[in-house]
Nanobody, 122 residues
Framework: QVQLVESGGGLVQPGGSLRLSCAAS????????MAWYRQAPGKERELVAA????????KYAVSVKGRFTISREHAKNTVYLQMNTLRPEDTAVYYC???????????????WGQGTQVTVSS
């Protein structure tokens, strides 16, 4: 059974930090690129950050570049999103995503977590 279990969300003041975690199971972690998306009320889901498995290269949305860092620990089947200097506009539900490096764009190999709420407010 494929599972992506997210944790680390919560309420934080502007300028603060949070670290999101996504624990993966039920598939070959090393064969998937991992990503974090977010969706705010009334807005479309957007890519926040992504990381490959083959070479560890990363990609970030312009709005978070320099503030957020994505990483992964293959031994723990876990991907992280370190979020620093948080702003109110970062408030959203954050989703963990796994995409097969072999079978993309086949949706049968595209997995999503349930999401974790991040609220940045004073």
């Amino acid at each position: 059974q494929v599972q992506l279990v997210e944790s680390g969300g919560g309420l934080v003041q502007p300028g603060g930090s949070l670290r999101l975690s996504c624990a993966a199971s039920g598939f070959t972690f090393s064969g998937y690129a991992m990503a974090w998306y977010r969706q705010a009320p009334g807005k479309e889901r957007e890519l926040v950050a992504a990381i490959t498995s083959t070479d560890g290269s990363t990609k970030y949305a312009v709005s978070v570049k320099g503030r957020f860092t994505i990483s992964r620990e293959h031994a723990k089947n876990t991907v992280y999103l370190q979020m620093n200097t948080l702003r109110p506009e970062d408030t959203a539900v954050y989703y963990c995503n796994a995409v097969s490096l072999t079978y993309w764009p086949n949706p049968d190999y595209d997995y999503w977590g349930q999401g974790t709420q991040v609220t940045v407010s004073s």
